[in-house]
């Protein structure tokens, strides 16, 4: 029984380029979100995806976006990154069908800004 | 500003011993509740999930939840060194078109042996 796979598990980058990051959720759950996590700190909700749009934003700049696919995995894209960016990116995939058993997290993909 | 609040410890037991670990928020309308352990450099795990007031209980681990006082915690019994690690108490909205988790910075636990 596959959990949420996340891809790839680390990546640096210079500052300016844009990333993508992927995420498979687990069998059976057809939501997805992702969460940015600085070392030392909670996560913090970035984006959630249902049926292929965005379901709702947390307080991140349009340099952050992302998409669903008909699979239901999804991509996470950061445009002109800056060196804050660099943090521990969780996704997390949940199912809509009741009952709710909370959100199941992935690997994460550790972010390094140069 | 909806906030989750947890102390950042770091919380020292004996192995054996009762971990108690709590939190507060300030968002009257949240429903569901949750603890994730999150060891280091992995990602969050979900160790229970509340949404009534009273106590849940699961094997170790009982939580807590006062939604008067918007207070729920999270007790550890007989407390094993490989439950240290970093405790996230998340909680959310649920069917009040809110889909976020809301995280605690974390309480790290220690269990000394």
């Known amino acids: 029984d596959a959990g949420v796979t996340q891809s790839p598990t680390h990546l640096i980058k210079t500052r300016g380029q844009q990333v993508t990051l992927r995420c498979s959720p687990k069998?059976?759950?057809?939501?997805v979100s992702w969460y940015q996590q600085a070392l030392g700190q909670g996560p913090q909700f970035i984006f959630q995806?249902?049926?292929?749009?965005?379901?709702q934003r947390g307080n991140f700049p349009d340099r952050f976006s992302g998409h669903q696919f008909p699979n239901y995995s999804s991509e996470l894209n950061v445009n002109a990154l800056l060196l804050g960016d660099s943090a521990l990116y969780l996704c997390?995939?949940?199912?809509?069908?009741?009952?709710?058993?909370?959100?199941?997290f992935g690997s994460g993909t550790r972010l390094t800004v140069v | 500003q909806k906030e989750v609040e947890q102390n950042s410890g770091p919380l020292s037991v004996p192995e054996g011993a009762i971990a108690s670990l709590n939190c507060t928020y300030s968002?009257?309308?949240?429903?569901?509740f949750f603890w994730y352990r999150q060891y280091s450099g992995k990602s969050p795990e979900l160790i229970m999930s509340?949404?009534?007031?009273g106590d849940k209980e699961d094997g170790r681990f009982t939580a807590q939840l006062n939604k008067a006082s918007q207070y729920v915690s999270l007790l550890i019994r007989d407390s094993q060194p490989s439950d240290s690690a970093t405790y996230l108490c998340?909680?959310?909205?649920?069917?009040?078109?809110?889909?976020?988790?809301?995280f605690g910075k974390g309480t790290k636990l220690s269990v000394i042996p």
């Open positions: 997390a995939s949940s199912s809509t069908e009741a009952p709710f058993y909370g959100y199941t």
């Open positions: 069998s059976g759950h057809d939501t």
């Open positions: 995806y249902y049926e292929e749009e965005e379901r």
């Open positions: 968002d009257r309308v949240s429903q569901s």
């Open positions: 509340i949404y009534s007031n």
């Open positions: 998340a909680v959310e909205r649920s069917g009040a078109g809110s889909y976020q988790l809301t």
